[in-house]
């Protein structure tokens, strides 16, 4: 199993800032995913953050909104751009075992408040 | 594309009734699929998954799902459910040739009545 942090937990914001939200794995994955959760909503895949190499956006995400950065095979960060308050949700961040049991975590999340 | 359809938003059930979630899916081949739970407050926890072979698959917490390609549902099914069960539950398809790239459903909120 992968053990995975988030910080911060929680914040609020103003529009118009950024904040920069991070993941920390407790052991060396290849893939990194980072997912939205609107109010009262699913779970939105964003993009896909693989080490050494620029993310992948799913549709309706760009990186000027949502820049990503992998640095090494156990950390990740998104940023959330001129944040407005649709941007409100919780943030999440996963990663796969790449390999048997093919089973994917989830950090904690991240609650973003936009005021 | 790959969608996954979760007719129930909300359910309610006594404790110690069965209970079975449904889940639907559209995918031209035989896809990864998942349950997952969401308590209040708590992350996400993988319930069990289906990948291939077995179709009645086992998961934690007494869960089960069956896996019907004919009708393209992933049912979760608990024989006796308990008040700690009440959270809310995802179902998910893997989408593309990636692992981990998770399409969900909508989910549905599951109430548990003493």
């Known amino acids: 199993s992968a053990v995975i942090s988030q910080k911060p937990s929680r914040d609020i914001c103003q529009r118009g800032t950024s904040l920069t939200i991070q993941c920390q794995v407790d052991s060396q994955v290849t893939m990194m995913f980072w997912y939205r959760q609107q109010p009262g909503q699913s779970l939105t895949l964003i993009a896909t953050a693989n080490q050494g190499s620029e993310a992948t956006y799913e549709s309706g995400f760009v990186i000027d909104k949502f820049p990503i950065s992998r640095p090494n095979l156990t950390f990740s960060t998104l940023t959330v751009s001129n944040m407005s308050p649709e941007d409100s949700s919780i943030y999440l961040c996963?990663?796969?075992?790449?390999?048997?049991?093919?089973?994917?975590?989830f950090g904690p999340g991240t609650r973003l408040t936009v005021t | 594309a790959q969608s996954v359809t979760q007719p129930d938003i909300h359910i309610t059930v006594s404790e110690g009734a069965s209970l079975e979630l449904r889940c639907n899916y559209s995918y031209g081949a035989t896809p990864y699929l998942f349950w997952y739970v969401q308590s209040p407050g708590q992350g996400l926890q993988l319930l069990l998954k289906?990948?291939?072979?077995?179709?009645l698959v086992q998961g934690i917490k007494g869960f089960e799902a069956e896996f019907k390609r004919s009708q393209s549902s992933f049912n979760l099914r608990k024989p006796s459910v308990h008040w700690s069960d009440a959270a809310e539950y995802f179902c998910a398809v893997e989408r593309g040739s990636t692992l981990g790239r998770l399409y969900f459903g909508r989910g549905t909120q599951l109430t548990v009545w003493p």
């Open positions: 996963s990663v796969d075992t790449g390999g048997p049991p093919y089973e994917q975590y």
């Open positions: 289906y990948f291939s072979g077995d179709t």
